[in-house]
C-alpha cells in the first residue's frame, strides 16, 4: 500500500469526521413554549410545559431532527395576556420555528396579532372555538374545541330526556366562549334553558347562584370554567342538597378536581378526551397504544399520571415533530406541512388539519367521563 494512499485515505477519513462533528453540532432547532407555569391556570401549563420538555428530551436522545436538537424556550406567561403578548414578542425575536401555547384561551387570543404579523407558527393548547374560527393562517390548536364538548353533553341529555337546563359559566374567555355555544347549540337539541348565570374566576362562593338555580325548573345543571371555580361549585352543589344531575365542561378534566372538589366530585359527569380512561378503551381504539405510552412516560418522568392537559402540549410536539420531519427548518415549511397533517393519531384525538380547518378534530375526539370512587369511569 503506497504512502500516497494512506496519506489520502488518512484525509478521507479526517473529512468524514469532521463533517459528523460538524453535523452533530449544528445549530439547534428552536422551538417557543408558552405555559401557565405558574398562577391560577397551573394546573394547565405545569404538565404541559412538562410534556412538552419531555418529548424534546425524547427526540435529541433518539438524534434529533435531520441531525439537529431542539431547543425548547419555554417561558411562563402566568395565565396573565399582557405578559403572555410580551413572553410571544421575545420567543420571535429568539427565531424559534414554532410557539407551542398558550395554555388558556385568553393568552392565546392575545397572542395572536404577535404571531400573525411575524408569521410564526402557534399551535395553542387552549380550547376557545374563537382560536382558530374563523381560520387564522399562523394559528393552529390541540385542545378539542368547546363546540364539540357542548355537542356531546347535550346528546347525553337527551339520551336522559333531560330538556330543560340550567348553565353557570366563568367571566372569563374560556367562560364566554362555552356558553356562547351553549346557547347557540340549545334549540338544535331541544333543549331549553331555564337559568343562565355566571360567577367570577376568583369567587370563593356560588351558593347565591346556585340558589337561584334550585328555584328553577332545571332538570341537569352545566357548569362551564377552568380549576378552582368548579370545584367549589361542586361543594356548594352539595351542601345545598341539590340533587340535579351536575355536568363539568373538559376545562376540569385531570385527577386535580376530584383532589379540590373532593367528595363532592362524586356522580359529575363530563366531556373528556381519551386518556383519563385509555386502560378502559378497547384494543381496537386508534389512540389508545400512544395514550398508555404517554400516560406510562409521565409517570416514570414525573412522578404522577399524564394528563388531559399534558396530552395537548405532547400533541403539539409532535404535531410539529411531524411537519418538521416532512418538510424544511422553516417557519413556512412548518405552516404548510401542518396544514397538511392526517390521521394523526394523538392524545387528544385523531387530528386531521386543512386549510379551512385548524383544530384537526371531531366530536369523537371526547368520550364522557364520571366521578365514580375518587376517580374517572368511562360512561357507556
Same mark, same amino acid.
Given at each position: 500500500?503506497?504512502?500516497? *494512499?494512506?496519506?489520502?485515505?488518512? *484525509? ?7 463533517? &459528523? ?39 435529541? &436522545? ?11 424556550? $419555554?417561558?411562563?406567561?402566568?395565565? #396573565?395576556?399582557?405578559?403572555? !403578548? ?10 424559534? !420555528?414554532? /410557539? ?23 399551535? %395553542? ?34 339520551? =336522559?330526556?333531560?330538556?330543560?337546563? $340550567?348553565?353557570?359559566?366563568?367571566? #372569563?374567555?374560556?367562560? %364566554? ?17 331555564? %337559568? ?16 337561584? /338555580? ?8 352545566i357548569c362551564w370554567g ?13 351542601? +345545598? ?41 378497547? =384494543?381496537? #381504539? ?6 398508555? %405510552? *404517554?400516560? $406510562?412516560?409521565?409517570?416514570?418522568? *414525573? ?26 427548518? @422553516? =417557519?413556512?415549511?412548518? =405552516?404548510?406541512? +401542518?396544514?397538511? @397533517?392526517?390521521?394523526?393519531?394523538? /392524545? ?8 379551512? #380547518? ?16 375518587k376517580d374517572w369511569a368511562?360512561?357507556?
Open positions: 500500500m503506497s504512502a500516497h *494512499f494512506l496519506k489520502r485515505l488518512a *484525509f478521507f477519513s479526517c473529512f468524514l469526521v469532521s463533517t &459528523a462533528h460538524a453535523a452533530f453540532a449544528a445549530e439547534p432547532i428552536k422551538i417557543g413554549g408558552l405555559f401557565a407555569v405558574t398562577g391560577p391556570a397551573s394546573f394547565l401549563g405545569e404538565p404541559e410545559r412538562n410534556t412538552a420538555q419531555m418529548v424534546v428530551n425524547q427526540i435529541n &436522545a433518539a438524534g434529533g431532527i435531520k441531525g439537529r436538537k431542539l431547543e425548547l424556550i $419555554a417561558l411562563d406567561t402566568q395565565g #396573565d395576556a399582557t405578559r403572555a !403578548v410580551q413572553a410571544a414578542t421575545r420567543l420571535v425575536k429568539e427565531n424559534v !420555528v414554532a /410557539i407551542i401555547g398558550p395554555s388558556t384561551t385568553g393568552d392565546t387570543m392575545a397572542v395572536i396579532p404577535v404571531v400573525e404579523r411575524a408569521r410564526v407558527p402557534l399551535i %395553542s393548547c387552549a380550547a376557545g372555538i374563537r382560536i382558530t374560527e374563523p381560520v387564522k393562517p399562523w394559528v393552529f390548536k390541540t385542545a378539542q374545541n368547546d363546540y364539540l364538548a357542548v355537542a356531546r353533553i347535550y346528546e347525553h341529555l337527551v339520551k =336522559r330526556k333531560l330538556t330543560k337546563v $340550567a348553565i353557570l359559566t366563568v367571566s #372569563d374567555s374560556f367562560g %364566554s366562549s362555552g356558553r356562547e355555544q351553549l346557547k347557540a347549540q340549545a334549540a338544535r337539541y331541544g333543549i331549553e334553558l331555564v %337559568s343562565d348565570d355566571t360567577y367570577g374566576p376568583k369567587d370563593t362562593d356560588m351558593t347565591p347562584q346556585l340558589t337561584r /338555580i334550585r328555584g328553577s325548573r332545571a332538570q341537569a345543571l377552568t380549576n378552582p371555580g368548579p370545584a367549589i361549585i361542586a361543594r356548594n352543589f352539595r351542601q +345545598l342538597g341539590m340533587n340535579l344531575p351536575l355536568y363539568m365542561s373538559h376545562g376540569v378534566s385531570s385527577k386535580k378536581f376530584i383532589e379540590l372538589a373532593g367528595e363532592a366530585a362524586e356522580g359529575i359527569i363530563l366531556p373528556s378526551g381519551r386518556v383519563l380512561v385509555a386502560d378502559r378503551l378497547p =384494543r381496537n #381504539d386508534k389512540q389508545k397504544k400512544v395514550l398508555l %405510552s *404517554f400516560v $406510562a412516560e409521565y409517570q416514570r418522568n *414525573f412522578k404522577a399520571e399524564g394528563d388531559h392537559f399534558g396530552g395537548h402540549a405532547w400533541d403539539a410536539a409532535m404535531l410539529l415533530k411531524g411537519a418538521l420531519e416532512r418538510g424544511t427548518v @422553516t =417557519r413556512d415549511s412548518v =405552516r404548510a406541512q +401542518l396544514e397538511r @397533517t392526517r390521521n394523526f393519531a394523538g /392524545i387528544g384525538g385523531v387530528f386531521n388539519y386543512a386549510p379551512t #380547518d385548524h383544530a384537526g378534530l371531531t366530536k369523537d375526539a371526547f368520550v364522557l367521563v364520571e366521578v365514580k370512587g368511562l360512561v357507556r
